[in-house]
């Protein structure tokens, strides 16, 4: 299927979240990441979500250019042009862009959205993240207000978060003191400022002690009941019509148990990077020490071309990045989900 339009990415997020279940929103840096998640989501038969960071896109343009407005263009362009063929629906987001890389990542990539749609061109992106968990609420609110004033006209969908995701994150790293649980205090302002731009979308990550990263079992306390009374408290001071979409933010290496209660308070949307970047470095792991003598020249002999053509390891870790994929729509209780078939001729 074609990248979702905007009433197509509505309906996964509404389906999702009263079906209580999740798509896996997975960061990609490359051509072969990217395909890993369309293989892997095809497999599965649902839909999902591929995700650049502004570390990933700056890494996707390559090492001498570093532009992470370019890198997110050429990864977003290639999910263009392929996931016709894969009988699912994908939507492209970006992650984390803090407020002073708006104009460098976020702002630019609108800009390109605006210029397309002025073609009659589908947009670049289907949604985009801020992040200004690191400002103070009404300021972070006073930016993401009018992003999301912008976006509504361009049907895109804003993702925001209040409280602090821990762990580090390409490169930037939460302070110890950081408020890793959101309160049902700040969720309601979040509501207050946000539904005041009548008929836009956007996605709240409500932090409720998660990481970014893995860690070894009980460094991680997760709260998933937070999520729960932010939603009642939403919800009885707006209605129905205001209960979050929420994000799950550090999904890698998380308990199946609180990925479920999670899913069960609306979380329709988890962000996966670890556990995916450790898929793919594992089978290349496995694949250099097996064949060693293959992939090195050693003592003067010539290796094994098959070993080394980065076609070799880069097929069997796409593989091992696909096979974590399923695993993922399963633990978000996904497999089987998408609708593409349905309407889908391709
Ligand atoms: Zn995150």
Redesign the pocket.
């Known amino acids: 299927m074609p990248v979702v339009d905007y009433e197509r990415y509505c309906e996964m997020l509404d389906r999702a979240r009263s079906g209580h279940f999740a798509y896996p929103a997975i960061n990609v840096t490359s051509l072969t990441t990217a395909n890993a998640v369309l293989k892997g989501l095809a497999e599965s038969e649902s839909d999902g979500i591929i995700q650049v960071s502004t570390g990933g896109a700056a890494f996707a343009s390559g090492s001498a250019i570093k532009s992470m407005m370019l890198g997110a263009i050429s990864i977003a362009e290639h999910v263009h042009r392929v996931a016709a063929r894969y009988p699912i629906n994908v939507a492209l987001h970006t992650?984390?862009c803090q407020a002073d890389k708006l104009k460098d990542f976020v702002l630019p990539l609108v800009e390109e959205t605006e210029r397309r749609r002025a073609r009659g061109l589908p947009n670049l992106f289907n949604s985009h993240?801020f992040?200004g968990s690191a400002l103070p609420l009404d300021k972070n609110l006073d930016v993401a207000v009018s992003l999301l004033e912008r976006f509504r006209r361009n049907d895109l969908i804003l993702e925001i978060?209040a409280g602090v995701?821990g762990g580090e994150?390409d490169g930037v790293r939460a302070s110890g003191a950081a408020k890793l649980y959101t309160t049902p205090a700040d969720t309601l302002e979040v509501a207050r400022r946000m539904n005041a731009v009548h008929g836009a979308r956007y996605l709240l990550?409500a932090t409720f002690g998660?990481v970014?990263g893995v860690y070894k079992p009980g460094h991680v306390k997760l709260r998933p009941s937070i999520l729960k009374d932010c939603q009642d408290a939403v919800v009885s001071a707006f209605g129905e019509a205001a209960r979050f979409y929420l994000?799950f933010?550090?999904g890698s290496g998380s308990e199946l148990r609180d990925i479920h209660e999670a899913l069960d308070y609306g979380v329709v949307k988890m962000?996966i990077?670890t556990d995916m970047q450790y898929a793919f470095t594992r089978a290349i792991a496995d694949h250099c020490f097996k064949n060693y003598d293959g992939v090195l020249r050693v003592d003067g002999d010539i290796g094994n071309k098959k070993s080394y053509d980065p076609r070799t390891y880069l097929t069997l870790a796409e593989n091992a990045m696909a096979d974590r994929v399923k695993a993922s729509v399963a633990a978000l209780r996904a497999t089987g989900t998408t609708t593409a078939r349905l309407v889908g001729t391709h």
């Open positions: 992650d984390h993240m992040d978060e995701v994150e990550a998660n970014h994000v933010h550090g962000n990077d």
